[in-house]
């Protein structure tokens, strides 16, 4: 399998380069040359399948034989076993042709773990493969940090350092970092801002001889292994409703675009999927596109679905690919323009294709409190703040004939305080989590200075005898 970079102008990859690389040298995003396809009879042959076995055939058609679909089985099985569901990523109905497909039963109750414990599994397999070793770094405002930590704790092939800002995360996203304490983990609590901890990021990037002497990677949302990853749930879904001999629909509670870039992806290798619905909260850039063409950057507003308070997409740059008919020199000259403009032109015809794949609705955080509340009284639902988004976007977009499904992406008790305003009640931690306030700590207080950060990623690799 081969991949080439939305703008053109950097070198073709296989799928590992692929995954090692994260974002490609043009600063475009690694896509597929050329798409896999799956014929109908073999959805019908995937019917029945385990979660962990349909993700092995479905994430080795990005893989191609660079890795053996029997080494991907051992993988699948190993990422998913931790998870809190035996279903992995159980189908719930809340009205007639209206479902719930939750994804947030790994280790740190949020979606990202679907994608990101395959990710940590696929990373060490491949850096054992090569006998390289490397250095994660990232910064995080809660949740992505997490994901990562868990998914990456105790590899032998890397350490993790992840910056979050000193005593700005909430405690159950701090403890679900510090309290991880395998040696190839560190935990900076910067004394700074969340842009402060990406500033610093960003500057370890910069400084080439501290970048290569330590082998820097990230695995950031743009990185091409995590979007494969996040395909095979929606097709388990489509199965689980009719696929391929009825068509289902997707709704998605957005932030960069990778999660419906994932069902978007499911629909492309094959799956008939109806319609792809974005829900937005107030910082809502996806949906006054797909509403007007107004893809314009405005200030980031906190809001109750702190997930999606972002001001770009970036993962929307892979299905502008498309559109343009993967014209890379017009891509790449959109996405430069959009940077410098602050605003992205997109002409009339392609805007008409988008609208024809993709539906969005934003919603304020108070009409979020009410659908929490409307789905918890009608149909004993408890949806967090994100998932409630997708619940009232599906609501509004949904067809009779047709079976919706939206994603879950957050455990209901990762957001306490909404959940209780809406609802009045306290949504329980799960067992595995429940002793997560008695658990021992480990990280350190920096100041956001670069050479204090660097010094402590190298002490993380000594320690670990690389
Ligand atoms: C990351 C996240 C999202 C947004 O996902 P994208 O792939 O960025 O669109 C939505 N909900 C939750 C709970 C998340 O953690």
């Known amino acids: ?23 490609a040298q ?12 799956i014929s109908a009879d073999d959805l019908r042959k995937m019917r029945g399948l385990s979660y962990p076995e349909l ?11 660079e890795i053996p679909e029997a080494v ?7 990422s998913y076993a931790g998870f809190n569901h035996k ?14 497909q939750e994804l947030f039963h790994g280790p740190t109750l949020a979606f990202k773990d679907m994608a990101m414990q395959l990710l940590g599994h696929l990373f060490d397999y491949v850096l054992s493969q090569r006998g390289e070793k490397i250095t994660i770094v990232g910064a995080t405002s809660g949740d992505t940090g997490s994901a990562a930590i868990e998914a990456f704790k105790g590899s032998s092939n890397l350490t993790v350092t992840i910056l979050h800002p000193y005593g700005r995360t909430s405690e159950v996203q701090r403890r679900q970092m510090t309290t991880v304490l395998e040696p190839n983990i ?23 001889p501290f970048r290569d002497a330590v082998q820097l990677s990230a695995v950031n949302s743009i990185n091409w292994g995590r979007i494969a990853a996040q395909v095979p749930y929606y097709i388990y879904a489509a199965l689980l409703l009719g696929a391929p001999d009825r068509e289902v629909s997707f709704t998605v509670p957005t ?15 094959g799956v008939p999927i109806n319609l792809l619905c974005v829900g937005s909260n107030h910082n809502d850039i996806l949906t006054r596109f797909l509403l007007n063409n107004d893809m314009s950057i405005q200030g980031v507003r906190p809001s109750l679905s702190p997930s999606m308070d972002i001001q770009i997409s970036s993962n929307f740059e892979r299905l502008l690919f498309e559109l343009l008919d993967r014209d890379a020199d017009q891509c790449r000259q959109t996405m430069q323009d959009f940077r410098q403009n602050k605003k992205m032109d997109i002409p009339a015809n392609i805007w008409n294709k988008a609208t024809e ?44 004939d047709i079976p919706m499904v939206t994603v879950a992406t957050a455990h209901p008790a990762k957001f306490p305080d909404a959940i209780k305003q809406a609802t009045g009640i306290t949504p329980a931690l799960p067992l595995t989590l429940s002793d997560l306030y008695d658990r021992k700590e480990s990280y350190q207080v920096l100041p956001a200075n670069l050479k204090k950060i660097e010094d402590s990623v190298r002490a993380t690799i000594r320690k670990n005898n690389f």
Not at 72 to 78: G, P, R, S, V
Not at 370 to 392: F, N, R
């Open 1 to 23: 399998m081969r991949y080439v970079s939305t703008r053109g102008q950097a070198p073709i990859l296989n799928f590992s380069n692929t995954l090692l690389a994260g974002l």
């Open 26 to 37: 043009d600063g475009g995003l690694y896509i597929p040359e050329t798409w896999p396809q």
């Open 186 to 208: 560190n935990n900076i609590a910067v004394e700074g801002s969340f842009d402060d901890c990406q500033d610093l990021v960003k500057a370890m990037f910069a400084d080439a």
């Open 87 to 100: 279903a992995i990523v159980p189908l719930i109905q809340l009205d007639h042709n209206l479902f719930v």
């Open 255 to 269: 932030g960069n675009f990778g999660n419906i870039l994932a069902a978007w992806t499911a629909r492309k290798i």
């Open 55 to 65: 993700a092995a055939k479905i994430v080795h058609l990005f893989t191609g034989n």
């Open 357 to 400: 794949n993709f539906k969005g609705m934003a919603l304020s955080d108070q009409e979020t409190e009410k659908v929490i509340q409307q789905y918890y009284k009608e149909s004993a639902y408890l949806a967090d703040p994100h998932t409630a988004i997708g619940i009232a976007t599906a609501q509004k977009y949904r067809n009779k």
């Open 72 to 78: 991907l089985l051992d993988l699948c099985q190993k």
